[in-house]
């Protein structure tokens, strides 16, 4: 029934759309006929939306009389996600009209979760990147007898730190402490009669607060409308990859203040030198670890510092193996990224329990859409703003070993 009602609606818009652009290609005003045909259409969609409206209240309520569970991570919630058409919500905000089906009902959802009203819409945390796409400079997906089957992907930086198995903490509402071990109790030996020297456990806390990021995105109304393959899933890639991006660095240099403290940034990770790079220095970073009492899960590298590993033998003897094969190394996985940045022009490696690393989120991503700002108007375009808020902490910051002095040239 909800279906019928949007396909209805969206065929009459269609239609006074297009009495409309003919008028003004003829350079005229609506007839008469036309005017009250308008008229008649007008009615129509604000019925249907009416419609709608109540028929996405009544499917709410059953649903939720029903007592289909919606917690982040149960089937129906993720089910309800990937119905979310981010296209659908910056249509809507085109058009000036309240969103419905999927898009209204995962925002509400996540407003009952957090408690929280969203500036514009939420949807899932999938967006974010500032860049204008056009027919211009989006030409290879305007349909002129092309192959959408073939379209050409960018070539990205490889996004690795959630990958290595950090602890994710969504649903956030105010700062989150979480309390942590300090020091322990010290026993010893005593003789007999003697007392026993008197100890106290100590205790420390970890914080995490909102942080933001968020981009800004015009498309041109033409992109919208003739793009093939389908805009949805390009502007989903293209964005996806932005706020991805984003919480991967962060996660990895992230220099506090306005942004998270990486892993980098954190103070209390140990650190090595490697400026000469050897067998024995890769074993001192491991044994460095282990004298923390933490596991080391991975390494973590830039491809210069992965490039020279390869070519650097564990000794002289005749037959040696390269310190990095097959991209292990000391047994554990080497993962590579330009994410990983240079340290006054020196390469950085970093080994260490990477489910150690706290990612805290209060906003999967608020989306906005403004089809009314001067500039994107006046070209007939849509500005599309999105932020998310999240923060970063180590648990234990020596669980990481960090060097920074690679020779890479």
């Known amino acids: 029934m909800l279906h019928s009602i949007k396909e209805q ?33 007008k009615a129509k969609i604000t019925d249907l939306e009416g419609q709608e409206t109540r028929a996405t209240f009544l499917a709410e309520a059953e649903r939720r009389q029903s007592g289909t569970p919606v917690i982040s991570g149960d089937r129906s919630f993720t089910e309800l996600e990937s119905n979310v058409s981010l296209l659908s919500v910056i249509r809507a905000g085109m058009e000036g009209r ?4 999927a898009e209204a009902e995962y925002s509400k959802e996540i407003e009952r979760r957090t408690g929280r009203k969203a500036g514009g819409t939420f949807v899932p945390l999938s967006v974010l990147e500032k860049r204008v796409n056009t027919t211009t400079s989006g030409a290879q997906i305007v349909p002129t007898d092309h192959r959408p089957d073939q379209y050409i992907d960018p070539l990205r930086n490889k996004l690795l730190a959630r990958s290595l198995g950090v602890r994710v903490l969504s649903g956030l509402q105010g700062d989150v402490s979480i309390p942590a071990h300090g020091s322990s109790v010290t026993s010893g030996w005593v003789a007999e009669n ?11 806390s970890k914080s995490l607060s909102p942080k933001h990021v968020g981009a800004l995105s015009e498309m041109s109304r033409q992109l919208i409308q003739q793009s093939s393959p389908d805009i949805e899933q390009l502007l989903h890639d293209d964005m996806s990859f932005a706020i991805a991006a984003a919480l991967d660095s962060a996660l990895i ?7 998270p403290t990486g892993i980098i940034g954190t103070t209390g990770i140990q650190t090595h030198s490697l400026a ?3 067998w024995a220095g890769i074993a001192s970073m491991q044994e460095k670890i282990e004298l923390a009492n933490a596991t080391a899960g991975a390494w973590l590298t830039s491809p210069g510092v992965t490039k020279k590993l390869r070519v650097t033998l564990k000794s002289t003897t005749a037959g040696a193996a390269y310190l990095c094969e097959n991209n292990r190394m000391a047994d554990l996985p080497v993962h590579s990224t330009k994410q990983v940045p240079l340290a006054t022009a020196k390469g950085q490696l970093i080994l260490g329990d990477f489910s150690q690393v706290l990612l805290g989120i209060w906003s999967e991503l608020d989306i906005l859409v403004n089809p009314f700002d001067s500039t994107a108007y006046a ?9 998310a808020t999240c923060d970063i902490a180590l648990r234990q910051p020596t669980a990481f070993v960090l060097a920074n002095d690679i020779t890479v040239s």
């Open 253 to 259: 240099k992230g220099g506090g203040t306005a942004e």
């Open 379 to 387: 070209r007939g375009g849509v500005l599309v703003r999105a932020m």
């Open 194 to 204: 003697s007392a026993l020297t008197a100890s106290d456990m100590t205790f420390a």
């Open 276 to 278: 000469t790079l050897d």
């Open 9 to 41: 609606r969206a065929l009459a818009v269609a239609e006074m759309r297009g009495m409309v652009e003919k008028a003004q290609a003829e350079r005229r005003n609506l007839s008469a006929d036309e005017a009250k045909k308008f008229d008649s259409l």
């Open 98 to 101: 309240a969103l419905s089906g």
